[in-house]
């Protein structure tokens, strides 16, 4: 099946690009700004994340939890970051993008999904739009967290 994409995040953001770095990477970070996330268990410490690196990622989505195997695809801080895992619907591919810019940091979010199969690439076109409201309040909750984590340093 053909990879979609499903949902689009760009922000300049006034912070150094490595304390936004910091934000997106370290779970004492990730766990206050994402109300989706409740855990990550890694295989080694999060310390020592490199491409390859899997780990578990138990979240909440609505009512229901899930829990997903992820992998770094792609580790090179503090500019990009690729996560992929697999659940039913197919295999999702979240691409972090972060270059310096005249106001400290443009941030770049791309979530990309292979469908299963064609049933999932239908209703994920149908209804794709629908993740704009999910990933919007958890990316402008990440971007209001950074300028009351700068601000508290």
């Known amino acids: 099946m053909k990879e979609i994409l499903c949902y689009e995040f760009e922000k300049d953001i006034d912070a150094p690009i490595e304390v936004v770095f910091e934000c997106l990477n370290e779970d004492r970070h990730v766990l206050e700004w994402n109300s989706?996330?409740?855990?990550?268990i890694y295989d080694?410490?999060?310390?020592?994340l490199k491409e390859g690196s899997t780990y578990?990622?138990?979240?909440?989505?609505g009512k229901k939890i899930i829990i997903l195997e992820a992998q770094y695809n792609i580790f090179q801080p503090p500019y990009l970051a690729e996560v992929k895992s697999k659940s039913?619907?197919?295999i999702s591919r979240t691409k972090y993008t972060l270059s310096k810019n005249e106001?400290?940091?443009?941030?770049?979010?791309?979530?990309?999904l292979i469908p299963k199969n064609w049933f999932v690439s239908m209703m994920t076109k149908?209804?794709?739009?629908?993740?704009?409201?999910?990933?919007?309040?958890?990316?402008?909750?990440?971007?209001?967290y950074i300028y009351d984590y700068q601000y508290d340093e």
């Not at 989706?36 to 990550?40: A, G, K, N, R």
């Not at 443009?106 to 990309?112: A, C, D, K, Y």
């Not at 149908?126 to 209001?144: A, C, G, L, P, R």
Request: aromatic share 20%; no cysteine.
């Open 36 to 40: 989706q996330i409740l855990e990550h």
């Open 44 to 48: 080694g410490e999060e310390s020592e």
């Open 56 to 61: 578990k990622t138990k979240q909440q989505i």
């Open 88 to 90: 039913k619907e197919g």
């Open 103 to 112: 106001y400290g940091t443009h941030f770049q979010v791309e979530v990309f």
């Open 126 to 144: 149908m209804f794709k739009w629908s993740f704009k409201f999910i990933y919007d309040e958890q990316f402008n909750q990440f971007v209001d």
